[in-house]
């Protein structure tokens, strides 16, 4: 089937809709995007999303060219138009076309490229994977400083997601100075002794907007939360371990660099944790 895609203001089947060769989403990985999954047919934390758009844009200096209004029609569009019930809408604003190559940014009256299209993902929320869990193994972190702002430039993950099929696994964690940053595409968990560990926020790491979701519903099923830097040691050692992402919700992870993790299947928190997400995030989906 034919998507149907914006771009630019404008709704078009997918083979029709273009970007310029001089766009700097292209040639300079300058743009910025957003993932937001879709459940029963409707939006999940949409309003995050948006908020961490603006804060991308203006990380940037990039003008965000979209009311979050008409950002919200235009995802509800999408979904309709391509009879989403479970799916995620990808989003992505770059610093547009200037006539040229040229590393300086182009002048200010430069329109931005926004473009948006759907991915049809049936069985998205009953996942097989959630039930049996996920292997990761654990590589250098070799991304730039800013991971704080949700960049187009996903090449070195895309390595890491590489090199995690090559040793047989799903995904691959990161590490710098000794401690887990987080996943090729999602936040890094581990619960010891019934408390949920992960990293606090900085410019180290992506401000999941599940793992702000998640860390709110676990603190209100008072369940004990800690925000720290671990090891991929600590991890192999933990009862537990789960990653989270707007595309997997909480996916439990079951083994590390080949050593199993707590039992080495999900785990009770993860479990539940994933069930409270999926639950409270359908209740106020948009
Ligand atoms: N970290 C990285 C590096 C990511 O790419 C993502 C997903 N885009 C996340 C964390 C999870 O963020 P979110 O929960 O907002 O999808």
Known sequence: MTRTVYVNGKYLPENEA???IFDRGFLFADGVYEVTSVLDGKLIDFDGH???????????????????????????????????????????????????????????DTPPTIVLFTQNKPGLADSPMAKTGIKVISIEDQRWARRD??????????????MAKAAGCD?????????V??????????????????????????HGITRAAVLRFAREAQMEVEERAFTVAEAQDADEAFFTSASAFVMPVVELDGAAIGTGAPGPVATRLREIYLDESRQVAI
Request: aromatic fraction near 6%; glycine fraction near 8%.
């Open 149 to 162: 702002i949700k960049t187009v430039q996903l090449l070195y993950p895309s390595m890491g997601k590489m």
């Open 18 to 20: 273009t970007v310029s």
């Open 50 to 108: 948006a908020r961490r758009l603006a804060r991308s844009l203006g990380e940037l200096g990039m003008r965000n060219p979209i009311a979050t209004e008409d950002l919200l029609e235009v995802h509800r569009e999408l979904v309709r138009a391509n009879s989403i019930v479970e799916g995620l809408i990808y989003l992505q604003i770059t610093r547009g076309a200037a006539a040229d190559r040229d590393f300086a940014y182009p002048c200010e």
């Open 181 to 206: 940053t987080e996943g090729t595409s999602n936040n890094a968990y581990i619960v010891k002794g019934g408390k949920i560990i992960t990293r606090h926020l900085s410019n180290d790491i992506l």
């Open 171 to 179: 995904d691959a964690w990161m590490v710098e100075d000794g401690a």
